[in-house]
């Protein structure tokens, strides 16, 4: 399995990274500082094809691959977690489920303005008393006459509520099954929807130019029709898109994980301590050779279990490992990247500031740190 990027990849990766040195950096301090999500640079994300990235050409992608949107994904990541999370959101928990599940009616509907990035849409499944527990799945639904009734509610939920939000995926029990176990299904609700309300915007510690919002839902009607994929598969749908969005959450934690390398890089040879540059002390050295290393660890699991997927092989446990290692790379390399640029680390105007508040997520969305090490036990024989 070659971790060698074709020259069509290279390309992608360069034009990503011009981007947002030239696009995204600019703007991420003010959006940051002001918990905007920039909708134009979003915009621009879509008119660079980054929405459509990993779906076919006939129903309005690039045609591409999963490893092409982790390149992007990391490229976005290095100076703004905010917009890669966006851009991971869009894809993997907004546009991949009406891909994989959807009627071709839903796909011919909602696919292309979300591959296009002129629409956002969202996943409900956290909610208060089912985070990692998503089988304790409260919100239900059921059927009076030709509609869906919906009661419960959502929190934590990405891209649900920004002025180009079109709709959420959510959860809900509909039924018992033959088994005795809670039936539960996903339903496609539009933003809109008399009884669904899109709840103020959470304070956030970091990712503040991410839309995050809780969502309740008081005898919300939709048509029987929106039904998202067949009736009582909902979790082990769900379970699958999770194993792609943790390769992309990969990606994003590489990306963070190189920024803070860069800019750690960049002060230690421009600050000078007690006569010389800092970058001259060997302990700053060594610290960084370990921020390195990270880096290129994290990149090598993505890349792996990126490759497995596109290749149509199972990628489950590579995909935990992945999530797991760069998670905790960028927990770590925004921690030292913060020591060594001192008091300005503490200054939310450098970007190792805005990491070190934003990567903590990474060891709690898409799957815990915990989860990731259960799935792995798991393919150990060993849980």
């Known amino acids: 399995m070659t971790m060698e990027l074709t020259d069509e990849e290279r390309e992608l990766a360069g034009l990503v990274r011009a981007f947002t040195e030239e696009v ?4 991420s301090y003010e959006a940051d500082r002001t918990h905007t999500l920039p909708l134009d640079v979003v915009a621009a994300m879509g008119e660079l094809g980054l929405f459509g ?3 076919p050409e006939e129903v309005g992608g690039q045609g591409g691959s999963y490893f092409a949107l982790g390149l992007a994904i990391e490229a976005i990541a290095r100076a703004d977690q905010s917009l890669a999370i966006t851009l991971e959101a869009g894809v993997s928990l907004g546009a991949m489920p009406i891909f994989k ?3 071709p009616e839903q796909q011919a509907e909602l696919l292309p303005e979300l591959l296009a990035g002129r629409a956002l849409a969202g996943f409900g499944l956290t909610e208060p008393e089912a985070g990692s527990d998503a089988g304790a799945t409260r919100t239900t639904a059921h059927l009076d006459g030709d509609e869906w ?3 419960g509610s959502k929190q934590f939920i990405t891209n649900s509520g920004t002025a180009i939000t079109r709709f959420v995926t959510v959860t809900a029990v509909t039924g018992t099954a033959a088994n005795g176990k809670r039936e539960i299904s996903t339903i496609i609700v539009p933003n809109g929807t008399p009884g669904f309300t899109v709840e103020p915007a959470y304070d956030k510690v970091g990712w ?3 839309d995050t919002h809780p969502l309740t839902f008081a005898s919300a009607r939709v048509p029987a029709g929106n039904l998202l994929g067949e009736r009582g598969r909902g979790f082990r749908n769900f379970l ?5 969005g943790r390769i992309a959450i990969a990606a994003l934690g590489t990306g963070a994980a190189e920024g803070c390398l860069e800019a750690a890089v960049d002060y230690v040879g421009k600050r000078n301590v007690f006569g010389s540059a800092l970058s001259t002390r ?4 060594f610290l960084l050779a370990r921020m390195r290393t990270r880096v290129h660890t994290s990149r090598l699991a993505w890349q792996h279990a990126a490759r497995l997927r596109d290749a149509g092989r199972p990628f489950g446990e590579e995909a935990a490992i992945a999530k797991l290692v760069s998670s905790e790379a960028a927990m770590d390399n925004a921690r030292d990247a913060t020591q060594l640029f001192g008091g300005n680390g503490f200054m939310n105007e450098y970007p190792v500031a805005r990491h070190y508040r934003d990567s903590k997520i990474l060891e709690i969305g898409e799957g815990t740190s915990e989860v990731q090490l259960l799935i792995i036990a798991r393919a ?3 849980a």
């Open 24 to 27: 995204v950096a600019p703007a």
């Open 53 to 55: 990235l990993p779906f």
């Open 101 to 103: 599940f959807g009627t």
């Open 149 to 151: 009734v919906i009661d």
């Open 208 to 210: 503040h130019a991410s």
């Open 240 to 244: 699958e898109i999770l194993d792609e």
């Open 282 to 285: 060997q302990h700053v050295q």
């Open 380 to 382: 150990l024989g060993v």
